[in-house]
């Protein structure tokens, strides 16, 4: 299994940043890719963004320009950089992490718990 930590949440007014951080451990081979996907009430999940092993990096239009997302492979670790935070903002943020635990074994997709992020003045 694949432990997912997130860590940075918080309340901010609009315009202000925030910077949430992920941690994955457990039983780890390799990591694809790692992300972070937001859910607001009433809402689907939608993916933020990810970066995969390699470097490249995938945002939703909405945060293109504002959020930043960056990646450690020796740590297993992820970070998402958001600035210039608006009211539709405001969800609970998930960290996701697509990893195999042996070398020829499929990749598999893990969540964290979810870190709250309200943007609010």
């Known amino acids: 299994q694949v432990q997912l930590v997130e860590s940075g949440g918080g309340l901010v007014q609009p315009g202000g940043s925030l910077r949430l951080s992920c941690a994955a451990s457990?039983?780890?081979?390799?990591?694809?890719?790692m992300g972070w996907y937001r859910q607001a009430p009433g809402k689907e999940r939608e993916l933020v963004a990810t970066i995969t092993s390699g470097g490249n990096t995938n945002y939703a239009d909405s945060v293109k320009g504002r959020f930043t997302i960056s990646r450690d492979n020796a740590k297993n670790t992820v970070d998402l950089q958001m600035n210039s935070l608006k009211p539709e903002d405001t969800a609970v943020y998930f960290c996701?992490?697509?990893?195999?635990?042996?070398?020829?074994?499929?990749?598999?997709?893990?969540w964290g718990q979810g870190t709250q992020v309200t943007v609010s003045s």
């Open positions: 996701n992490c697509i990893a195999r635990h042996y070398s020829g074994s499929k990749y598999n997709s893990y």
């Open positions: 457990g039983s780890i081979f390799s990591i694809y890719a």
